[in-house]
């Protein structure tokens, strides 16, 4: 059964470097999202893209975040200067390309276990 | 803004026997779509099951159902004849228009032998 995948599984970096997060979503699929998970809280979302575009953001997902498909199976989140309180565990997420049907299941990935120190 | 609360960090259920993980939810949408979702121990969140508001019906899973309360906003999952390989944490999770899903906290579920 096809798998979303995420590379690396943890990633630990220094405050202020940058990173770059990496998922390979099912191939079929259009719709792209990245999430997170603080320990301890909640699942959030950050960030959906469609044809090449973001097509919606959170409130986290500030100017320090970016989001890429730079070939036609990666997605990629970057973190341009890393913060403490990016800690966490990313998530990447496809669905399929059914036109904006809201009971479209994600798929999510493994996770990305980032730390910052 | 929407909110989903899973008020059971922790539950327990000995195998074979039926627990019921609660989840209520804020919103002033008339639209939106309610899901489960499980996450094993080290592996990735997969879909339990999915409700739609505008239906009257209880969704169900083979063992999974749902217990949907739309005026309570409440929806509640119900586990029946548990496995062990249903041990993991459990996200109910919200969607309206856009394309987010709005997480609750989750409850992690032992099912012990």
């Known amino acids: 059964e096809p798998e979303v995948t995420q590379t690396p599984s943890h990633q630990v970096t220094q405050m202020g470097q940058e990173v770059i997060l990496r998922c390979v979503p099912i191939s079929n699929h259009l719709y792209f999202y990245w999430y997170r998970q603080i320990l301890g809280q909640k699942v959030e979302f950050l960030v959906s893209f469609y044809n090449n575009e973001i097509s919606e953001k959170s409130e986290i997902f500030d100017d320090q975040f970016s989001v890429e498909r730079p070939d036609g199976s990666n997605f990629t989140l970057k973190i341009r200067s890393t913060k403490l309180e990016d800690s966490a565990m990313y998530f990447c997420?496809?669905?399929?390309?059914?036109?904006?049907?809201?009971?479209?299941?994600?798929?999510f990935g493994p996770g990305t276990r980032l730390t910052v120190l | 803004a929407q909110t989903v609360t899973q008020s059971q960090p922790e539950m327990s259920v000995q195998e074979a026997e039926t627990v019921t993980l609660s989840c209520t939810y804020d919103t002033s949408e008339s639209n939106y779509y309610l899901f489960w979702y499980k996450q094993p121990p080290s592996r990735q969140m997969i879909l339990v099951i999915r409700?739609?508001?505008?239906?009257?019906q209880n969704a169900t899973e083979n063992r999974f159902s749902v217990n949907f309360q739309k005026a309570a906003k409440s929806f509640s999952l119900k586990i029946s004849d548990s496995q062990l390989g249903d041990t993991a944490m459990y996200f109910c999770?919200?969607?309206?228009?856009?394309?987010?899903?709005?997480f609750g906290k989750g409850t992690s579920l032992l099912v012990t032998p």
């Open positions: 409700q739609e508001a505008y239906k009257q």
């Open positions: 999770a919200f969607r309206n228009s856009g394309y987010a899903l709005n």
């Open positions: 997420a496809s669905s399929e390309p059914r036109d904006r049907a809201l009971n479209n299941e994600q798929f």
